[in-house]
């Protein structure tokens, strides 16, 4: 059976993708002018939350008995790192203009940073008791999967609006 998810983490959790609800509404249902500043509220909301949970994968590595770094724990030092180089990088590219071919380079960067935060879920996987890692909280891979999904089709649906 799985293990509950603790009430506090699920409340907060959800909590967390109210902003990222509310940016893509304003994408399309505000004033047009307003598009542009509600999908760069989205791009920096979504860089924001990817980074921290970059973090969380920091904080469990190094709490982990093995946190030297080696072995199997090593790539999570790696993973945890790439959710802020990302995110930057999807903030610089709107700086430079650098897009997908076809889009404009913001909505490049959320279509991008939305399907890695969607994926993100995997490293959760990964980390979660059972997985190759198992240094996550037995109710990890219940919080983390749909939470991922949700603010990954978020900010690709502001993307592409």
């Given amino acids: 059976m799985a293990a509950r998810i603790p009430p506090v983490p699920r409340l907060l959790g959800w909590a967390g993708v109210l902003p990222q609800a509310a940016a893509c509404l304003a994408v399309y249902f505000a004033m047009p002018e307003w598009r542009v ?3 760069g509220a989205a791009l920096g909301y979504a860089a924001l939350i990817f980074t921290f949970l970059g973090g969380t994968w920091w ?3 190094a709490t982990a008995p093995a946190a030297e770094g080696r ?3 090593g790539w999570v030092w790696v993973a945890a790192i ?3 180089l990302i995110s930057f990088a999807a903030l610089a590219a709107v700086v ?3 897009a997908l071919p076809g889009f404009e380079p913001l909505a ?3 279509l991008m940073l939305g399907g890695l935060i969607g ?3 995997l490293v959760d996987s990964a980390l979660s008791p059972g997985g190759p890692v198992g240094i996550a909280p037995q109710w990890w891979p219940r919080l983390r999967w749909p ?3 949700a603010l990954g089709s978020l900010t690709m649906v502001a993307g592409l609006g």
């Fill in 147 to 149: 939470l991922s999904l």
């Fill in 108 to 110: 490049s960067s959320l």
């Fill in 37 to 39: 500043a509600a999908m």
């Fill in 119 to 121: 994926a993100s879920a």
């Fill in 71 to 73: 072995g199997v724990l």
């Fill in 96 to 98: 430079f203009g650098v």
């Fill in 82 to 84: 790439m959710p802020s």
């Fill in 59 to 61: 904080g469990m590595a």
